[in-house]
């Protein structure tokens, strides 16, 4: 299979789906936004945007699986499986906060084997394909270089749904105040992703995540040269809801402290 074929033809469906998130923008209104859950929130133009993109899939790969965030699991012959957000950040995307993404990944036979992310707003795209690289619009990008937390800008999401860690949380964000260059919320976490993987973060961590989220940002920051896994450093941060994703060269530093602040001073 040409990963790179594919790759850079769901970069064009990312983008046309980010064309019309964009022209929808200014056209929401509070009548078009429902709750799925606990502060979660849906309107039409992620359904519109998902079906957009499917249909485009489906004619790439014919009978191949999806897992989407708004129509759920659709199974197909083969093991290949399309892992799609619509829209990361459908809260910015109503209160009109310009940081939103569209999310696509393919996994082959559970490995990820291409990953898009676009942000609509800054019009910049980062996507990667198996030992292709990765790249922001054309241009090969990379994990930062730093070393050590002291020095490092890291990510987070704020727990909008699962509170059983939130104690852990606030006492791990008093951490990082004190002992990095600051703590950022951007409200999507595959943009928080596809940042560590172009340097602009040297880490991300969450929990409460589904496969979707992360899904197209793992394979962006392996192929950057970072990594990801899961709060025991272990490989279940696809479906496991909890990630760490970082340069590498932070991360048995970054877990070690994640480990210190979620599972043992709980108790």
Known sequence: MDYRDICLRVVNIAREAGTYIQNERKQISSEDVLTKGIHDFVTYVDKTSEQMIIQKLERLLPHSEFLAEESGQKTGNNDLLWIIDPLDGTTNFIHQLPLFTVSIALYENQKPVAGVIY??????????????????????????????????????????????????????????????????????????MAWVACGRFEAFYEYGLRPWDVAAGICIIEEAGGKTSDFHNGPNYLYGKEIIASNGLVHNELFEKIQEYFFYKKN
């Open 119 to 192: 942000e609509p707003n800054l019009d910049e795209c980062f996507y990667a394909w198996h030992k292709g690289g990765a790249f922001l619009n054309e241009k090969p990008i990379r994990v930062s270089e730093t070393a050590n937390l002291n020095n490092s800008l890291l990510a987070t999401g704020f727990p909008y749904y699962d509170y059983q860690h939130l104690d852990a949380f606030m006492e791990f964000l008093k951490f990082t105040i004190k002992e990095t260059r600051g703590l950022r919320r951007l409200g999507s976490a595959a943009l928080d």
